[in-house]
């Protein structure tokens, strides 16, 4: 989940769109949306992306999940998601077994610590401040799981 593989600039180049900067939350998924938005053609209720071209806040946060290396296996493997906002970002993990709990693995405030170096999981005072980000993070799971 490192913040690189996620800054990816996205550039539309069209004659009818005026040259903007937009420093928001997107994630990969309002490319689609945001495409078909460039058509002016609507986008199917099973998309989950917003159009970066009506929606210019962005989003309040992005997710992304992985199991690691290998096969996707979610009854042996526990589920890893990342859940960003504009000032922290968390690596909640779920363990497949039932009587091994849920945690935030990493958790970091990128506004202040841009490298990620301080994982500031084991600080109750964060965790407060990220207690939505990870009722996200179960969220995400429990979609994942059923």
Partial sequence: FFDELYHIPFIIYSPGIKKKLNQ?????VDINSTILDL?????????????????????????????GRGPCDL??????VCVRSKDYKIVYERSPH??????????YHIKE???????LS???????????MIDKARERVNEILT
């Fill in 39 to 67: 058509i002016n053609s609507t986008s199917p209720e099973s998309f989950r992306g917003i159009s970066a071209l009506k929606n210019s806040d962005g989003r309040e946060y992005i997710l992304a999940e992985n199991q």
């Fill in 24 to 28: 928001n939350l997107f994630s990969s």
């Fill in 98 to 107: 039932v009587n091994e709990s849920d945690k935030v693995r990493e958790l």
């Fill in 122 to 132: 084991e600080s109750s005072f964060h965790l407060r401040e990220v207690d939505w």
């Fill in 75 to 80: 009854n042996n493997k526990p589920i890893m």
């Fill in 113 to 119: 610590d841009t490298l990620e170096e301080n994982n």
